[in-house]
């Protein structure tokens, strides 16, 4: 008999019935499977578990009594890790239900009442792969590119909060991978020692695994972690293009959200990552050389369309008081929308530096700006526009 090779509750089910409890019982011990935790509940109370603690990699979820599946499926796969393998169970025997939740990434659906043969041949094939395997539909983090046009805009500033708040307040798993290997500041920014495997990993691609992907995470939280170096100044840096590529390949399925701190430079590397990136965070100040240099990115960027994106933000607006280029005639200029504009701010960018802070749960001007530019990542419509929906509905139903 094949033993699986799972770490301590790598394997968790909620299910709604007794009866389908104990044949999960049954099918995990013909399977000879170990550290399986069995919870009573179904997605509603997944939501609520993983919202607090790190899912595993395999997952059961019942949707019986859920009167939207594929969109509490939907909600459950923004809080659970990307990569995490889920076998949904419901009582209704649809086809089109069963497509929808194939789209979503759902790895099986199988039909409640369980039976033990059934469910056996999922659970082996959800492991071994035995029987199906649909790895290529497996839900893998976005990529997020902060690069700025300047020197000194803010890029680092804005890209280590964005990840603090993203992590701490909207609990998304991300991490953020600083590029700069011999200036780069994250570590800085957090308090922390970095991270001196970085340089190997590029350079070697070959010996880049889960393992060594591990050892190179330094935790900022239990959702935030942060991959920084400083290597020497009198030595040149020689890591390739592929060793980044497989780095962030790997980095896509463990963290839903993988955000890059691009050196001010382009090379091959700033180019590669880019190419892989679903969204570009362009940080600008409002001079003509930010407004040349905005242009030049978004033209190595490429195209926007499906899954790639590119959002402007115009940072420390009021900081030269005099000869700024207006927010509309860079917009003209640019030939693209200033999606964020974040005021010049003299005092918390520099006490957050000193004092290794985020902005985190703090009430500012600035920390405000920034949730704006998180919501806008994650597709959250702020509860303005949301009552304005709502609003709109209303007086079109006459009922207002």
Same mark, same amino acid.
């Given at each position: ?59 059961? =979820? ?23 393998? =889920? ?50 539909? $497996? ?8 690069? #700025?046009?300047?020197?000194?805009? #803010? ?19 991300? =991490? ?99 190419? $892989? ?12 050389? #930010? ?7 978004? $033209? ?24 700024? =280029? ?37 009430? $500012?001007?600035?920390? #405000? ?32």
């Amino acid at each position: 008999m094949v033993v699986a090779k799972t770490e301590p509750n790598q394997f968790i089910a909620f299910l709604e019935s007794s009866q389908d409890l104990e044949i999960a019982r049954e099918a995990f011990k013909s399977v000879n499977l170990k550290n399986v935790e069995i919870i009573q509940g179904g997605v509603k109370e997944a939501i609520t578990l993983f919202s607090q603690r790190t899912s595993p990699r395999y997952l059961i =979820v019942d949707v019986s009594k859920s009167d939207l599946p594929v969109s509490d499926l939907s909600r459950l796969s923004e809080v659970c890790e990307p990569g995490v393998i =889920v076998l949904a169970v419901g009582e209704r025997n649809d086809v089109g239900l069963y497509r929808d939740l194939m789209r979503l990434g759902i790895f099986e659906y199988v039909v409640s009442p369980l039976f033990p043969e059934i469910l056996t041949r999922a659970i082996k094939s959800m492991i071994f792969g035995e029987e199906k395997t649909k790895s290529g539909q $497996s839900k893998t983090g976005k990529v997020i590119s902060f690069v #700025g046009s300047r020197g000194g805009v #803010g890029t680092t500033f804005l890209s280590t909060n964005f990840a603090a708040i993203l992590s701490k307040e909207k609990a998304r798993r991300s =991490v953020v991978l600083d590029l700069d290997l011999q200036f780069g500041t994250v570590p800085l920014y957090f308090d922390l020692k970095p991270s001196y495997g970085l340089r190997d990993v590029l350079e070697n691609p070959d010996r880049i695994d889960n393992v060594f992907i591990e050892r190179l995470l330094t935790p900022v939280n239990d959702r935030l972690f942060i991959i920084g170096s400083e290597e020497p100044l009198d030595e040149v840096m020689k890591y390739k293009t592929e060793g980044l590529e497989v780095l962030i390949s790997y980095l896509a399925k463990q963290f839903h959200y993988v955000i890059i701190d691009v050196p001010h430079y382009s090379n091959a590397i700033t180019r590669s990552v880019l190419g $892989s990136s679903h969204i570009l965070v362009l940080v600008t100040d409002s001079s003509l050389g #930010g407004l040349r240099d905005s242009g030049r990115l978004i $033209s190595l960027f490429g195209g926007e369309g499906t899954g790639r994106r590119v959002i402007v933000v115009m940072n420390k607006m009021g900081n030269y008081v005099k000869n700024e =280029v207006k927010v509309t005639d860079f917009e003209q200029a640019l030939n693209h929308k200033i999606n964020h504009v974040i005021d010049f701010d003299n005092f918390n960018p520099l006490d957050c530096i000193n004092n290794a802070k985020t902005l985190v749960n703090q009430e $500012s001007a600035l920390s #405000g700006s920034i949730r704006k530019i998180v919501d806008d990542v994650i597709g959250a419509r702020p509860m303005s526009d949301s009552k304005n929906i709502i609003t709109n509905f209303l007086k079109m139903l006459k009922l207002k």
